[in-house]
C-alpha cells in the first residue's frame, strides 16, 4: 500500500508552519503573531476561523502535531509542534525563488522573512537564486519584443509594464542583497 499522498500546501499554511518551525505555538499565538504590526502582518492576513482550519487541516496531513496542555486553572490549549515531515516541505519552499513575477509581492517576501530567521545564509541564498530567475524573466521579455510589430500597440505596452516591473523587482532585490537580513552591510 501507498503512503498517504501529502496535499499541496497553500503559502498561508506554509506560513503557519514557519512561526510553528521556530517554535512550538497554541493557535491563538499564531494569530497574535500573524497580527503583530510588522513583519508577516505588513503582507498576508487571516481571520482567525481560517486559521484554526488550516491548523488542523496541517496536523490531520502530518506537518503539525499537537499536544493538550492545561495551564493552572484555564482551559486545556492545544499546543502545535512541526513534524519532520512539515519541516522538511517548509525547509524546501524557503530555500526556493517564485517562479511568476506575480508571485514577488506576498510570497517571495514570506519567503524572505522566514528565510532571515533562519539565518543569514539561507536569505542570502534566496536573493541570489531569485536575483537569477528574475534576470531570466527580463531577458524572456526582451526576446518577445523582437516578435512583435509596430502595429501590436497594445502588446508593446504590457511588455513594457512586465519590462518595468521585472526591472523594479531586480533592483529592490539587488538592494536586499545588499542589506543587513541577508547578513552585508550597504
Not at 510570497?107 to 536575483?131: C, G, M, N, P, W
Request: glycine share 6%.
Amino acid at each position: 500500500m501507498s503512503p498517504r499522498k501529502k496535499e499541496v500546501v497553500s503559502p498561508m499554511e506554509f506560513i503557519l508552519l514557519g512561526y510553528i518551525y521556530q517554535n512550538p505555538m497554541h493557535g491563538y499565538d499564531v494569530f497574535k503573531m500573524l497580527n503583530k504590526p510588522g513583519g508577516i502582518s505588513m503582507i498576508w492576513h487571516i481571520n482567525q476561523s481560517n486559521l484554526y482550519a488550516m491548523l488542523d487541516g496541517l496536523e490531520n496531513r502530518g506537518y503539525l502535531f499537537s499536544q493538550l496542555l492545561q495551564m493552572g486553572n484555564s482551559p486545556t490549549r492545544k499546543e502545535f509542534h512541526i513534524t519532520s515531515s512539515g519541516t522538511t516541505v517548509f525547509e524546501q519552499w524557503v530555500r526556493e525563488p517564485v517562479l511568476h513575477g506575480r508571485e514577488m509581492r506576498q510570497i517571495f517576501l514570506a519567503k524572505l522573512f522566514f528565510a532571515s530567521k533562519i539565518d543569514s545564509e539561507t536569505a542570502r541564498s534566496l536573493v541570489h537564486k531569485q536575483l537569477s530567475i528574475a534576470h531570466l524573466w527580463l531577458e524572456e521579455i526582451e526576446a518577445n519584443r523582437n516578435f512583435h510589430t509596430v502595429e501590436d500597440e497594445f502588446d508593446h505596452l504590457v511588455l513594457n509594464s512586465r519590462k518595468i516591473q521585472i526591472q523594479g523587482w531586480l533592483d529592490w532585490l539587488s538592494a536586499c542583497a545588499r542589506s543587513q537580513i541577508v547578513g552585508q552591510q550597504n
